[in-house]
């Protein structure tokens, strides 16, 4: 920690302006606090240029401590070498694909998560309602409740409705297309560990959905296994049929091809990166409806594209994109009410975005910031 002056505080990404309350009962002799609302873009990425790096590194540097929002900024090794007073960072959430944790080891900058259970010294608001609630009883990631947000809204066409009862940018209108039921239909998870079992549970108990899974490393015995953990029998005990599993792992293929709804929830790295291409899209049904509330790069932007605008599936959700924030000229910010075009719903990367999930994540990082100033531990180390 320096030992003259305070410490220099970097609030990263702070879309709503939360998280500075969280910091403010420290003294300004002990941190000095900058707010950042606003996102530059990925240091690491294809289309980022010379000078929007050259900002991000400007933007960083002078400080000692950084408190991040998930990954809205990726932290690489090129970038970490160039941040000389860098010491800590204060990580929300517990996955770091995009940070490089060895680079950061290397420097001697620690690196904490802040799990989402609360401040450790009963100073905060409480456990978070997430931790609270029983998973077997429907408990679990708000991810899980935005998933089925999307598939709701995009089956319901509510999104299009809205806009022509509201008359937006067309005349008043009324019913725009026939809605899709989801009882009794088929519902496929790319990548199935705890969210992908969440909403494959809704599914199930909620409408009678047949579910079915599939990622790279995936066996019944797993699936089994997370049937239980979400308080279901692997044996179907009434809810399935007493020969088949609630949870069903088939081929990559067959799960495009019977699916009536894909959603995805696989972790990006660079064997995941593009993972659903034109190939699994032309698989799908011309009736099929496609959701990603996980991560934009897993699907080929390019042939996604080229699918919805043409009308090859009935219609897709994303709430995740190559790039985040949309920058102005992207692709997805067109017209897609056209005929002819797939029906698309997209929201801003809101899966993680519930209110007592962020607000304790900064309670836990303002604890760890603490420790860090009175010389102890962090809590929660990943380094």
Not at 294 to 308: F, H, K, N, Q, V
Not at 326 to 335: E, G, H, Y
Request: contains cysteine.
């Amino acid at each position: 920690m320096a030992s003259s002056g305070p410490v220099k505080l970097a609030i990263l990404d702070d879309y709503h302006n939360i998280a500075a309350e969280h910091f403010s009962h420290i003294e300004p002799s002990k941190v000095a606090i900058t707010t950042f609302n606003d996102t530059l873009p990925a240091y690491s990425h294809p289309h980022t240029t010379d000078d929007d790096r050259k900002a991000l590194v400007e933007r960083l540097k002078p400080f000692n401590v950084l408190s991040t929002m998930r990954e809205r900024t990726p932290f690489p090794a090129e970038l970490l070498r160039q941040l000389p007073n860098l010491k800590v960072i204060l990580a929300t959430g517990t996955q770091f694909e995009t940070f490089d944790l060895k680079t950061a080891k290397e420097l001697g900058i620690f690196v904490a998560a802040a799990p989402g259970k609360g401040r450790t010294d009963g100073k905060g608001s409480g456990t978070s309602a997430r931790a609270k609630i029983d998973i077997k009883k429907g408990g679990g990631h708000p991810t899980t409740q935005h998933t089925w947000a999307l598939i709701l809204a995009l089956a319901r066409n509510i999104a299009a409705d809205d806009a022509v009862v509201k008359g937006k940018g067309v005349a008043l209108g009324w019913q725009t297309e026939l809605a899709i039921g989801m009882q009794g239909k088929t519902l496929g998870l790319v990548g199935f560990g705890r969210i992908g079992a969440l909403v494959a549970r809704v599914g199930l108990l909620a409408w009678g959905m047949k579910i079915i899974c599939w990622s790279a490393n995936l066996t019944q015995d797993k699936a089994d296994k997370l049937a239980d953990d979400v308080g279901l029998p692997a044996n179907g005990g009434g809810i399935v049929s007493e020969d088949e599993k609630p949870f069903k792992v088939v081929s990559k293929e067959e799960l495009f091809k019977e699916s009536d709804v894909v959603s995805l929830h696989y972790v990006l790295s660079d064997r995941s990166r593009g993972i659903v291409g034109s190939k699994e899209l032309d698989w799908m049904k011309d009736s099929a409806l496609l959701v990603n509330t996980s991560r934009g790069p897993l699907i080929d932007e390019a042939a996604l594209l080229d699918t919805l605008q043409n009308g090859c599936i009935r219609g897709a959700a994303l709430d995740v994109f190559d790039v985040e924030p949309l920058p102005a000229d992207s692709p997805w910010r067109q017209n897609w009410d056209l005929p002819g075009k797939s029906r698309v719903l997209l929201t801003p990367h809101m899966g993680y975005v519930a209110e007592d999930t962020l607000q304790t994540w900064y309670e836990e990082s303002a604890e760890n910031l603490e420790r860090y100033l009175n010389g102890q531990d962090l809590l929660h180390s990943v380094l």
